[in-house]
């Protein structure tokens, strides 16, 4: 994955509206109107947030059907905690090879 | 990026660990570099002695090669040395790894901790990229739910 994918998955969440919105499709499908409900902001105001959803590729809107209703991307979403998890275990494998060469040293030192 | 120190623990991968040494003794497996050659690789790699460089001062070096075990490929890291208190702290400002998708440089701090026969080591490392800065506040969490919610 791409620093730039990630950096827009990043941004795209970084705003608590557009995370609440990501919360709702996790439940399923929902038209722009549905998602508005909880949020006193406008109809045009939650289309711009489902814009940079989408261009973050976290949602996908449906072009044919009628309300055109969005849904959910995971991928983007697994990707971004993928990748600091395996920093993560990168530096926790690292930190067992120190244990490990410590505990050789202190026994040879004895 | 001004301020090479990360401040928001949100960005950064935190590690404690207790280690069965003194602190000199953990300080120095960071630091020596014949000690650094026998465990800082990953599992499938080693980290040559003869390619192991430490200028150890403040604006020094501390460089490495990882080498594939019975393979060709390797992967080299550097870090400028921002901070030094033997044997207390080393905080190091990597170089870009753009083979590793970090454009960026990453601060990694260590802290060696006196706990008179044990060491407890913390490291952070970071921040790593989210894209603004103001996206930081809250995205663990928002991930870690979504995530959560999206694997049930």
């Not at chain 1, 509206?17 to 406008?42: D, K, N, W, Y």
């Not at chain 2, 002695?49 to 594939?68: F, K, N, P, S």
């Amino acid at each position: 994955m791409q620093t730039d994918q990630l950096s827009l998955t990043f941004a795209a969440l970084a705003d608590p509206t557009r995370r609440s919105i990501m919360t709702r499709l996790a439940e399923g499908e929902a038209t722009v109107s549905e998602l508005a409900e909880p949020f006193a902001v406008s109809l045009p105001a939650i289309s711009r947030h489902l814009k940079v959803l989408e261009r973050a590729g976290l949602i996908v809107r449906i072009r044919d059907a009628q309300w055109r209703p969005s849904r959910m991307q995971a991928d983007p979403l697994d990707d971004a905690v993928e990748w600091m998890q395996s920093r993560k275990r990168t530096w926790e494998a690292r930190m067992d090879r120190l244990d490990a060469h410590l505990s050789r040293k202190e026994n040879t030192d004895e | 990026m001004s301020d090479p120190t990360p401040t928001t623990p949100d960005q950064v991968v935190l590690i404690t660990r207790f280690f069965e040494a003194s602190r000199e003794a953990v300080f120095r497996a960071w630091t020596d570099p014949d000690e650094l050659a026998a465990w800082y690789g990953p599992a499938h790699m080693d980290a040559p002695r003869e390619r192991i460089r430490i200028d150890l001062r403040v604006g020094g070096r501390w460089e490495l090669t990882m080498v594939q075990r019975g393979g060709t490929a390797e992967f080299s890291i550097g870090y400028d040395i921002l901070e030094l208190v033997e044997p207390e702290l080393l905080v190091m400002r990597s170089d870009p790894m753009p083979g590793m998708d970090s454009h960026e440089p990453t601060v990694v701090r260590v802290e060696f901790h006196d706990h008179g026969a044990k060491t407890r080591m913390t490291l952070s490392d970071g921040p790593y990229p989210t894209g603004s800065s103001h996206a930081a506040a809250g995205w663990t969490a928002a991930l870690d739910k979504l995530a959560t919610t999206v694997a049930a």
